[in-house]
């Protein structure tokens, strides 16, 4: 049986044309290296992600090699993005969790990967953007505590303390 994602990777516009070795993303879009694929269109693949946040955890990858997603033609945008809703549909119908989040990387594997991510209070990712939206609020904060007033202030009351 021909592997379909192989052959659809072959036969759409513009996947043929820059495959990276050693991409693993493109080794699973050619079919010479396994991937657990839950749904694709003509232009991006959905799949899981290996190394999970949470239960259903997917990706969505365009078929061409482009490391930052604004790279991507408008066709390829709007398919992977289109492909990232689908997904996140059919995670909160199987999954139900409160919502899927979503980022967009190209770092570590520079082919762009959209990151679905079902998300409830309480589980690790939800608790990581929490604390880097903490973090946000937390430098303005800490910005306030430099002000040379508020030093000198701290300086006095310590200072007859
Ligand atoms: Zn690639």
Not at 47 to 73: F, K, M, Q, S
Request: aromatic residues 6%; positive net charge; glycine residues 6%.
């Amino acid at each position: 049986m021909v592997d379909p994602v192989a052959r659809n990777a072959r036969d759409s516009a513009g996947a043929a044309d820059s495959p990276r070795r050693g991409c693993v993303f493109c080794e699973i879009l050619a079919g010479r290296a396994p991937g657990f694929i839950v749904h694709q269109n003509d232009l991006a693949v959905a799949l899981l992600d290996i190394n999970p946040l949470a239960r259903g955890h997917c990706l969505v990858i365009p078929r061409r090699h482009v490391p930052w997603w604004h790279e991507l033609t408008e066709a390829e945008t709007t398919a992977a993005f289109q492909l990232a809703r689908t997904t996140a549909t059919r995670i909160m119908a199987v999954f139900q969790p409160e919502f899927v989040a979503m980022y967009v990387r190209g770092r570590r594997i520079p082919h762009t990967h959209i990151f679905l991510v079902p998300t409830s209070q309480g589980e690790p990712f939800d608790r990581h953007c929490n604390a880097l939206e903490g973090f946000q609020e937390g430098v303005a904060a800490l910005a306030r505590l430099q002000d040379r007033d508020q030093l000198a202030q701290v300086q006095q009351r310590l200072g007859r303390a």
